[in-house]
């Protein structure tokens, strides 16, 4: 005596439900709770920084600037695999922020490069990048998971011809 599918997907419906429910409560709960009420080690937030290349760099590092780096810590910059200049760009940066602060060790400590596989590549076809974007989709899911970033900086930019360049910062 088995159970079909549609027994199984009721039984299973309810928990699933119950699941998702507890879980909204717990992020509803703790997102409206002041930082001040945490802990000082509680109060660093762990940012992930997304580098483009090309301009976006340029204009992320402006935006990086001006991150309280005391809070913003430890940083993660990503960036493909074949961008040359984006982690340079920000390797240069926080090395000067060693040769500011005092407490170099750990300023070296809270910046951390890594590099990412790209989905498509310029010229690219169609067809092939299939494989490549699932791949570059699994490789992000896998840093998401082992970074565990509470910030994410990235930039998104759309661009239409009947208003121009509108750039996006989340």
Not at 31 to 59: F, K, M, N, W
Not at 103 to 112: G, I, P, S, V
Not at 131 to 143: E, I, K, P, Q
């Amino acid at each position: 005596m088995g159970l079909d599918a549609s027994t199984a997907a009721c039984c299973a419906l309810p928990v699933f439900v119950s699941l998702l429910v507890v879980r909204f409560a717990y992020v509803m709960y703790h997102s409206g709770r002041p930082l001040s009420r945490l802990s000082a080690s509680a109060a660093r937030v762990r940012c992930l920084i997304v580098l483009g290349s090309g301009g976006h760099t340029a204009e992320m590092m402006n935006i990086v600037t001006t991150l309280q780096k005391d809070r913003f810590t430890p940083r993660y910059y990503v960036a493909a695999l074949t961008d040359n200049m984006s982690l340079q760009k920000a390797q240069v940066y926080e090395q000067s922020l060693v040769r500011v602060e005092a407490d170099k060790e750990e300023t070296l400590e809270n910046a951390q490069f890594m590099q990412i596989y790209r989905s498509r590549e310029v010229g690219q076809s169609y067809i092939t990048s299939i494989a490549t974007t699932l791949l570059a989709t699994l490789h992000a899911m896998w840093l998401i998971i082992r970074i565990r970033p509470q910030v994410v900086c990235f930039l998104f930019k759309v661009t239409s011809a009947h208003n121009g360049t509108l750039t996006q910062i989340y």
